[in-house]
Nanobody, 125 residues
Framework: QVQLVESGGGLVQAGGSLRLSCAAS????????MAWFRQPPGKEREFVAA????????QYSNSMKGRFTISRDNAKNTVYLQMNGLKPEDTAVYYC??????????????????WGQGTQVTISS
């Protein structure tokens, strides 16, 4: 079992940046694939980015590629999402998720085993 706690959300103007953090506790963090998802108002949850257990491989949704960067620090049991060039359409609740078997390349929310409570990101125009 792992517990995930996101932080770093807030209100920023379009074009600005935010860095989200997700702190994990519980079972060995370094064996999990970690990902960020988001859920815009009135829409379904969608994949944002994922990072392999070692941090060597990353994957992004096409709409975030080049603007968002996912990374992890296994010594600190933390995964990050650096978001630059933010747009109003990036407004959403952002969730951290963990896949316990270390599988990589999956983007379905249902494939992830543990979730944080979410952090609100609001981008003003």
């Amino acid at each position: 079992q792992v517990q995930l706690v996101e932080s770093g959300g807030g209100l920023v103007q379009a074009g600005g940046s935010l860095r989200l953090s997700c702190a994990a506790s519980g079972r060995p963090f370094s064996s999990y694939t970690m990902a960020w998802f988001r859920q815009p108002p009135g829409k379904e949850r969608e994949f944002v980015a994922a990072v392999s257990s070692t941090g060597a491989m990353t994957q992004y949704s096409n709409s975030m590629k080049g603007r968002f960067t996912i990374s992890r620090d296994n010594a600190k049991n933390t995964v990050y999402l650096q978001m630059n060039g933010l747009k109003p359409e990036d407004t959403a609740v952002y969730y951290c998720a963990a896949e316990k078997d270390g599988l990589y390349g999956i983007t379905r929310a249902s494939s992830f085993d543990y979730w944080g409570q979410g952090t609100q990101v609001t981008i003003s125009s």
